[in-house]
């Protein structure tokens, strides 16, 4: 077991996700409260309160977030919960979207309130099938039963939700990205400032939150702050949505309370590596920890995961992130070389190519490392990619340019005799292997 | 008043709310590709970083300004990452600066000298687009040669608002395309993502391969093509780089014509009319005198004008509106007093001419015709059937609805067939051969300087209109310089 | 797109009013679900009736990875090959599928029953390796699955 639930506090059945089973579960009660007894600043101190921090990848702090917007300044105000989960690695937020999906929703509600929003969106990647059939469901029942539309429970709060899809494109995931999308233009991240919270979706204060981020707020308004204080660590309360995968015994969706002992998660709740393989390494919280944050992504050696607990503060001391939540295991005998190539394909593919180093960058060290792995690489090769990374690293407009950078200076850092001696011999050597 | 500090002197930021405007407003160049005044920022090419202390490098064009912040420009850091993003640029460009025509008054160019100066760090092949895409008639683009700083989409965006180029596919495939179906000859200011573009992608296919850019020089002079009198630079050879094989006309001919910034006017751009002034002004000039068809001396003219003058008794005088202000007025000392003076339109919109819109473009095709109706009025020409003698300055009139019989005394500066029907006809100069000044619709009025010598056997008008009135003197000296 | 109006018409009314462009990308997504791609005439009609530059829609279009503009294959076999997926034997995935159709990714089989493409990840790196057939997942394949899964699809 990883400690206290939050989120998979429940059964999983073939109803579980439904309105009438997440009712009896003592769903929407927390919103019935905060409609008749809480003001919407008692609903936004009450997240302050509970140290909740993002789960979409750079952990900010959810109520610091939202106090940038004053509920009440007459304007429009919206919220998206950012479902575009695009991270390699990540599949956590599909887990709420096909399980509880009206967690999410009701959660939504009371951060609408909170907010003094009257329409938002869920915009969830282009590529879930299944997880949008049962989000759209929950949407539907949700309207069906009085918790959208008008004056919702009898109160003065009305407020609409859109489910937009996305439609294939990563960079989608980095918030102010989204919102041209929304607007039906190119996807392109935005300069800060300003923040979006000062001008965001149609130009107006806007608040965009992790799915995870936002579907602890049911829990929260309906237990309290100081319930949720007492789950996870000091610094870090709550729990997190891990999604491992890789070269794991048990891969999938896990709770994990945070302070939870990671050598205790690896070996013993997820069954340990693959077929008994040693461990060579994780790469902890996405590829790039989400394209928000990039700097926190770094590869972890198994000598370093031993002594770790899973939680922001001892990640970030040790130089890496729980990101977007997103775990990848790495046996012994695999090929970093041609990991850093999936990699780097990957950002290449993926920078929207608005501004000059990732769009440059990203295309270069994928070319390099083509070559490499090509048996063409050339001495000063690792010297340039080291160069190439280290100007992404907080040039771009986004964090997309960052990511790359770290996932190159990463892998070179702490393999780099695997890089020399594929230039040297032109060949892996782990004869490529990846599996 | 705020003050900020730019590698440590004070300054003030006046109207300004950015690190880079305040900065190039105060003598302190930073570099930039992708930031252009009259646009929205984008902050897409990463060349205008600056350290602000304490919070280290950032892009100037976004950065607002707070009171008593503390900015370097020329910082370690900072030069390393500009260097950084010249590497990055140059990565895919082809650098084939000995065959492109911006080379000279290229961005890229100059930044690479100012700031890296390096060779690439890269060996691989770059990668190829497209060369010669055809934008319009008027404009070819060079992808290869594209930093995708997207000042000419915004340009069509936000400035002229034809909506025609856009950004298609992403990442480092990512390309300037027009609207399928579209090209930008829908767009009346096309010309102007030429100027804006501060590499070889947009060039203009009249001027391609014409002549390299520091073998030329600009003249101030301003558009005659409609009431707005919008300043531009006529672009000519430079005299020290006069070819020796051709003569004078050509080595003076007008090669481009680009806007020359105004703010109370025209602010960066002009219309692509204005760039076609070399066709309005190339054409067939009048050179020679005539009286009734027949060549004479110019000083055989002006007399024979001046006994026209003498001789008739009720005169009418249609004044050009493109006189200039010196002219009209030398029109009014000398002439005024003989005439029934009426403005005409020289020019009229022609065929397929977009007539007027709301940011530059006026329905009056006329550079002057404020200061002719400041001196002559704003009446409609009338001209009684017992007029004797009609004078018409410039183009614009059909002798055919004039009263039968009356006297012509025509100055003109283009070869055309009336000139031969004039009892008296003078040839006079074009803007392109003297000083002046225009009023435009607003008021504003701005200056003109030549470029051209004086065509032989032409005068000024300035010079001709007191010689016309001088009571019964001779008239020589008046001739062309 | 004409007969889907209606169908627009719905989706506004969820959303805050004066913003119709954010209807861009659900329309085309509902056009291409329709028609199997976006047409030229599409682009133009969504123009007219979401009041958007023709040049917009293009721009969009061309940024997004599941809008196309022409048909494809009857089954669309796109095959994750990303980190996770690499790391479960996606790659092998891959060469079956070539080797089996006849086609690199990125082409259609010439009785145009089958599109081959390989994708980034699609959120299924738990049950890697993932193939997304038009719009299902099949998770967890092993390569007799692939084939058991191409007897399949007609």
Redesign the interface.
């Known amino acids: 077991m990883t400690g206290r639930k939050i989120l998979m506090d429940f059964e999983i059945t073939a109803t579980s996700h439904s309105l009438d089973d997440y009712r009896a579960r003592g769903g929407y009660e927390a919103l019935a409260k905060a409609l008749r007894t809480m003001k919407p600043r008692e609903v936004t101190q009450e997240i302050v309160d509970s140290g909740l921090q993002g789960r979409g990848g750079a952990a900010f702090p959810a109520g610091r977030k939202w106090q940038g917007i004053d509920p009440d300044d007459g304007q429009p105000h919206y919220l998206i919960a950012n479902a575009d989960e695009g991270e390699p690695g990540t599949f956590k937020d599909r887990w709420v979207l096909e399980y509880t999906p009206h967690t999410l929703l009701e959660s939504m509600l009371l951060s609408c309130y909170a907010l003094g929003v009257r329409h938002c969106f869920v915009y969830i990647r282009g590529e879930y099938d299944v997880p949008w059939r049962r989000l759209d469901a929950a949407v539907e029942e949700a309207y069906a039963a009085g918790y959208f539309g008008e004056n919702i429970l009898g109160s003065d709060f009305s407020c609409d939700l859109f489910v937009f899809r996305g439609a294939g494109?990563y960079v989608c995931g980095e918030a102010s990205s989204l919102l041209g999308s929304i607007e039906g233009t190119?996807a392109f991240p935005r300069?800060r400032?300003p923040r979006m919270t000062v001008r965001g979706l149609y130009q107006a204060p806007t608040v965009v939150n992790n799915v995870e981020t936002l579907s602890t707020i049911a829990w929260i308004l309906r237990n309290g702050a100081k319930a949720f204080r007492e789950v996870g660590t000091e610094k870090s309360p709550g729990t997190r949505l891990i999604s491992i995968s890789g070269h794991i015994a048990r891969p999938g969706v896990y709770e994990v309370e945070l302070g939870y002992s990671w050598a205790r998660f690896l070996h013993e709740d997820c069954g340990g590596v693959l077929d008994g393989r040693p461990l060579k390494a994780v790469i902890p919280g996405g590829i790039s920890s989400q394209v928000l944050t990039g700097k926190d992504a770094k590869v972890l050696t198994a000598g370093e995961v031993e002594g770790l607990t899973l939680d922001h503060e001892k990640l970030r001391s040790a130089g890496s992130s729980l990101g977007s939540g997103g775990m990848i295991v790495i046996a012994e005998g695999t090929c970093m070389v041609r990991l850093l190539q999936i990699m780097l394909r990957f950002y290449?593919?993926?920078?929207?190519?608005?501004?000059?180093?990732c769009?440059?960058?990203?295309?270069?060290m994928h070319?390099?490392i083509d070559?490499i792995v090509a048996g063409d690489g050339r001495s000063e090769d690792l010297e340039?990619l080291n160069?190439i990374a280290g100007?992404n690293d907080?040039?771009?407009?986004c964090g997309l340019g960052d990511a790359a950078g770290y996932a190159a200076t990463a892998m070179l850092a702490n393999f780099r005799d695997e890089f020399e001696y594929f230039i040297e011999h032109r060949r892996s050597k782990f004869a490529g292997n990846l599996e | 008043m705020t003050a900020i500090f730019i590698n440590g002197q004070p300054v003030e930021t006046g109207e300004h709310t950015t690190v880079l405007q305040v900065a190039l407003a105060n003598g302190f160049y930073i570099p930039h590709f992708c930031w252009h005044p009259e646009l929205s920022?984008?902050?897409?090419?990463?060349?205008c970083?600056v350290e602000q202390e304490g919070r280290?490098?950032g892009?100037a064009c976004?950065m607002?300004i707070s009171d008593g912040m503390r900015v370097l420009t020329d910082s370690e850091p900072v030069r390393a990452?500009r260097k950084?993003?010249l590497q990055?640029?140059l990565?895919?460009h082809p650098v084939d600066c000995g065959i492109c025509d911006k080379a000279g008054e290229c961005a890229l160019q100059d930044y690479h000298y100012a700031y890296n100066g390096e060779p690439a760090?890269?060996s691989?092949p770059k990668?190829h687009s497209t060369k010669f895409f055809p934008l319009s008639e008027r404009i070819i683009l060079d992808n290869e040669r594209c930093?995708?700083c997207s000042r000419c989409v915004r340009f069509t965006r936000e400035v002229s608002k034809s909506?025609?180029?856009?950004?298609?596919?992403?990442?480092?495939?990512?390309l300037v395309?027009?609207?399928?179906?579209?090209t930008l000859d829908d767009d009346p200011y096309s010309d102007n993502v030429i100027d804006i573009c501060p590499v070889g992608a947009l060039l203009s296919r009249s001027f391609l391969y014409q002549s390299r850019v520091w073998y030329l020089e600009p003249t101030p002079s301003v558009c005659p093509g409609c009431a707005r009198g919008c300043t531009v630079q006529l672009w000519h050879r430079k005299p020290e780089w006069r070819l020796k094989g051709l003569d004078e006309r050509h080595n003076t001919r007008i090669q481009r014509v680009t806007p020359l910034e105004n703010p109370r006017v025209n602010g960066p751009w002009i219309c692509n009319k204005g760039r076609d002034l070399p066709t309005l002004l190339d054409r067939p000039r009048a050179e020679q005198a005539l009286l009734k068809g027949a060549p004479v001396a110019m000083t055989q003219a002006i007399e024979a004008g001046r006994t026209l003058l003498d001789q008739a008794g009720k005169r009418v005088a249609l004044v050009s509106s493109w006189g200039s202000n010196e002219e009209l007025r030398a029109f009014r000392n000398s002439l005024g007093d003989y005439f029934s003076c009426f403005v005409k339109a020289d020019h009229q919109p022609a065929e397929g001419e977009v007539v007027e819109d709301d940011l530059l473009i006026r329905a009056d095709k006329n550079p002057n015709t404020r200061a002719g109706q400041d001196l002559f009025g704003t009446a409609a020409a009338a001209i009684p059937e017992d007029t004797d003698l009609v004078l018409v300055w410039g183009e614009g009139v059909d002798f055919g609805t004039l009263p039968r019989g009356v006297k012509i005394l025509f100055l003109g500066s283009w070869l055309l067939p009336e000139n031969g029907h004039a009892d008296v006809f003078i040839p006079i100069s074009i803007q392109t051969e003297r000083r002046g000044h225009y009023t435009n619709f607003e008021g504003v009025v701005s200056a003109f300087e030549p470029c051209q010598p004086r065509r032989d056997g032409v005068i000024d008008a300035e010079t001709l209109f007191p010689l016309l009135s001088a009571p019964g003197g001779s008239a020589s000296g008046g001739g062309a310089a | 797109m004409k007969h889907l109006i209606p169908e627009f018409e719905r989706l506004k009314t969820r959303l805050p009013p004066n913003h119709d462009a954010t209807l861009l990308v659900p329309c085309l997504r509902r056009i291409q679900e329709d028609r199997g791609f976006i047409d030229?005439s599409d682009?133009d009609g969504l123009g007219e009736y979401l009041g958007i530059?023709?040049?917009?829609i293009?721009?969009v279009l061309?940024?997004y990875g599941m809008l196309r503009r022409k048909p494809i294959g009857r089954w669309h076999l796109q095959v994750c090959r990303n980190v996770s997926c690499s790391m479960r034997g996606a790659e092998r995935l891959i060469d079956q599928l070539v080797g089996k159709l006849g086609v690199q990714p990125g082409e259609t089989t010439s009785d145009g029953r089958f599109t081959l493409s390989t994708v980034e990840c699609l959120g299924s790196c738990g049950t890697a390796p993932v193939v997304m057939v038009n719009e299902a997942y099949h998770e967890n394949l092993s390569a007799a699955d692939l084939d058991a899964l191409l007897e399949r699809l007609d």
């Open positions: 494109a190119r300069n400032p290449h593919h993926e920078s929207c190519g608005q501004c000059t180093p769009r440059e960058g990203t295309g270069w070319r390099i070559r340039r160069y100007f907080g040039t771009t407009i | 920022i984008v902050g897409n090419c990463r060349v970083v280290g490098v892009i976004n607002p990452q950084a993003m990055f640029i990565l895919n760090l890269s691989d990668l930093i995708l909506n025609v180029l856009g950004l298609e596919h992403r990442g480092d495939h990512m395309r027009p609207a399928e179906g579209r | 030229d682009i530059p023709r040049i917009q293009e721009e061309s940024f």
